[in-house]
């Protein structure tokens, strides 16, 4: 197709006005001339002398002379002119050809708008699409808006997708194939847009998402079939569409899954009617808690706890809920029991009152026998309410049944990672490992929010340098935010505060954690400011920034403000619940202060202290740098569990050690003997069978021996009691889940030492 120059007229235009004027300026001087030649002539009136008229006439034959000469010039200058507009057009119209065979050779849609933004010109490829659809190509002078109007109304664009990211708009045509659109202003004012065709890059896209969904999705059903619950996922049209082992064991019916039932066809009609006010209530946004006693297949007869959480989309609507069901059977029984021990006192005490309130004559005896039961009263009451606390205790006490397993997975898994087995093998093991710390950071919030609400974990309160704190924490997450492509800022302090170093540690890690989950680009800064009295611990960061309405709901629990097109993330959202009760239990006052686009920052804030001179204790952070082995360290292991003993020795064997492991005093006798035989370190667990602790182990063993041996306490128990007769003895402490980074760090310091 040609290309229409606008410009190639204003040469030809010029041309002709040109003549015209030259013409014009001719006439003109033939009229002054005839004109002086008849004054000449006629001129008889002033009877000139005859010289006088032959000189006015040679001197106007000279300036005709000169005239003409002048004339004869321009009409030169014309004709040269005139050549080089026809080459300039003969050119024009070649640099026009090769600029349509330009178009034509891209294989790109190619089309081209004037100033107005109407069609000009476009090339074969464009045109393609709108043949292959067996549609009418746009004529020109089509503008922008109706040529996108015919094709989405024509059915040629099937699908359009706008991202801020990406250079343009991506069209799914009919054919099925993807074309991306790239606009160009040019310097008139008109519009230059090319469709490229990326098909193959949207396939390859494609299969590469739904190759991480599956592995995701295998992933997600491994852990869940692992986790003692039942699981599963229910869309907004009542059916299973996704559960864990567990309930398709307890509610598959005659060896059938559920997957992909209606909830009416997997229980009982009864049961399903029961349910229903829950379901429609979880559907309409709402979360729901409650209770049910029911009975499977098999005739078994539970009591479960059952958990309903809506999930809700991009438009706030509500697509499917998440059920979790935990059996709660036993705590039942127990309640039922205190219940009823309860009651069978109240009716003791109603009997024995009445009793005495007919005896006038023993009146004495009558108060003396009330206060001795206001007293039993007294202690039935403070019975129920230590029967209520342990409740919440045991939640905080299973953490050590919850996290042996994964303490284990978690010590082979490291010593996997200390052989070789090639690339693939190699990211395998660390895809495990990376989910295993994922499960472990889920189950460890859980049980720290009941550990917290039980009591268990009691304050440490001391006057510590912030130094090595906050270098260990920026350490720590440095390499965290460089894996999300961040920049973590730290400005160091040497500043004196008052307060338990571990539960500081711990909001300044939350507080961090969520600024790396929620920051997709920039930076973030952890530092602190002085004031007189004061220390204010900070994290700013670069985020999307919080609402002002929403700065206090974020301190409560399973609370999340997920900014609009952000990805999920895995959390449970008690990050900032954990912060809040530590908090409060220390006496430090956290402030957020945000500005929703450019970020946030949290802060605590901790009292100055004065350090006092204290020797060293043995649970003291300390980060030894050791690449090499352990130099055969002979090492003796006693944990009540098998797994952890063999997932311990493999991993210290991996380090070049020496291992003998026991799951009891009487096992390592067997093997070993405690008193004679040589041996670097004893690793023991606190909680060990029949009533035993490692503490009473090992002094038992260092109790034989000439020289004690060092010793590492592994335990679950986050209490300052504990803590304390730790430090005493002179052993290391750790607490479970036991991190082989920090156990080899703190092996190198008792055995260098």
């Keep these: 197709m040609p290309v229409t120059v606008t410009t190639e007229a204003d040469p030809e235009d010029h041309r002709d006005q040109r003549i015209a004027e030259l013409e014009a300026e001719n006439e003109r001087l033939r009229k002054i001339r005839d004109a002086l030649i008849v004054r000449v002539e006629s001129g008889s009136a002033h009877k000139p002398e005859p010289y006088a008229a032959f000189e006015h006439s040679v001197v106007l034959a000279e300036q005709v002379r000169e005239r003409t000469e002048a004339l004869n010039q321009t009409m030169d200058e014309l004709k040269h002119s005139n050549k080089a507009l026809n080459r300039a057009r003969e050119e024009a119209e070649t640099t026009r050809q090769r600029l349509a065979d330009a178009i034509e050779s891209i294989a790109d849609g190619f089309v081209l708008f004037d100033h107005q933004h109407r069609l000009i010109q476009c ?108 699981i599963a996922y229910v869309g907004a049209d009542m059916t299973v569409q996704f559960c864990n082992k567990v309930y398709e064991a307890w509610y598959g019916r005659n060896g059938e899954s559920p997957l992909g039932k209606h909830l009416e066809n997997i229980h009982q009609p009864e049961f399903y009617q029961r349910l229903m006010p829950h379901m429609q209530a979880v559907l309409r946004g709402n979360s729901v808690n409650f209770e049910f006693e029911e009975t499977n297949d098999t005739g078994e007869t539970r009591y479960m706890l059952r958990a309903y959480v809506p999930n809700v989309d991009d438009n706030e ?14 705590r039942r029984k127990t309640a039922l029991a205190l219940e009823q021990a309860y009651d069978n006192l109240e009716r003791r005490v109603k009997e024995r009152t009445a009793a005495l309130t007919g005896l006038n004559s023993q009146l004495r005896q009558e108060i003396s026998e009330r206060a001795a039961v206001e007293a039993r009263l007294r202690d039935a009451k403070m019975d129920a309410e230590r029967a209520n606390l342990s409740k919440t205790k045991f939640l905080a006490a299973v953490s050590h049944d919850l996290l042996q397993p994964l303490n284990a997975a978690r010590l082979f898994t490291s010593s996997l990672l200390e052989h070789s087995f090639g690339p693939k093998a190699e990211g395998l093991v660390r895809s495990v490992s990376t989910s295993l710390d994922d499960v472990e950071n889920l189950l460890g919030t859980l049980v720290d929010i009941s550990k917290l609400d039980a009591g268990v974990i009691k304050p440490d309160i001391m006057a510590f340098d912030l130094r090595d704190l906050l270098n260990n924490i920026a350490r720590e997450f440095r390499q965290m935010a460089l894996a999300e492509g961040l920049t973590l800022d730290f400005v160091p302090s040497s500043a004196i505060v008052e307060s338990d ?203 034989r021996r000439q020289r004690p041996a060092p010793v590492v306490m592994i335990t679950a128990n986050y209490t300052n009691e504990l803590k304390q007769h730790i430090r005493e003895l002179g052993h290391v402490l750790m607490n479970k889940p036991v991190k082989p980074l920090k156990l080899r760090s703190a092996l190198n310091h008792l055995l260098r030492g």
């Design 317 to 330: 609507e509500v697509i499917g809920f998440f059920v979790l069901i935990r059996d709660i059977t036993d």
């Design 501 to 703: 170093s571990q539960l500081l540690a711990r909001i300044l890690r939350n507080f961090l954690t969520n600024a790396i989950r929620y920051t997709g680009t920039g930076r973030i800064l952890l530092g602190c400011r002085r004031h007189r009295e004061h220390v204010l611990l900070q994290v700013w960061d670069t985020g999307p920034g919080i609402p002002e309405d929403k700065l206090t709901e974020i301190f409560q629990e399973f609370k999340r403000i997920r900014p609009a097109g952000s990805q999920p993330d895995k959390g449970l959202g008690l990050g900032l619940a954990i912060v809040d009760k530590i908090s409060r239990m220390l006496g430090h006052e956290v402030t957020v202060s945000s500005i929703q686009g450019k970020g946030s920052v949290f802060s605590v804030k901790v009292p100055v202290g004065q350090l006092l001179p204290k020797r060293p204790t043995a649970d003291d952070d300390r980060v030894v740098s050791n690449h090499g082995g352990l130099g055969g360290a002979r090492i003796w292991v006693i944990d009540n569990d098998h797994a952890i003993c063999q997932g311990m020795q493999t991993l210290l064997e991996g380090w070049d050690c020496q291992v003998v492991s026991a799951v009891s005093l009487e096992d390592l006798e067997r093997q070993v003997d405690p008193a004679k035989c040589p041996v670097d370190l004893i690793l023991a667990d606190y909680h060990l069978d029949n009533d035993e602790n490692g503490v009473d182990v090992v002094a038992e063993i260092n109790g």
């Design 123 to 230: 090339n074969s490829r464009f045109r393609s699409y709108w043949a292959d659809a067996r549609l009418d190509v746009p004529p020109p002078g089509t503008s922008i808006a109706d040529l996108k109007a015919m094709a989405i109304n024509s059915g040629l664009v099937v699908e359009e997708h706008v991202n801020e990211s990406s250079e343009g708009a991506v069209f799914l045509l009919s054919n099925s194939r993807w074309v991306q659109m790239t606009e160009r202003s040019t310097r008139e004012g008109g519009l230059v847009v090319l469709y490229s065709d990326i098909t193959d890059v949207k396939n390859s896209e494609m299969a590469r998402r739904i190759k991480a969904l599956e592995e995701s999705e295998r992933w997600i059903r491994v852990v869940t079939d692992h986790v003692p619950a039942l």
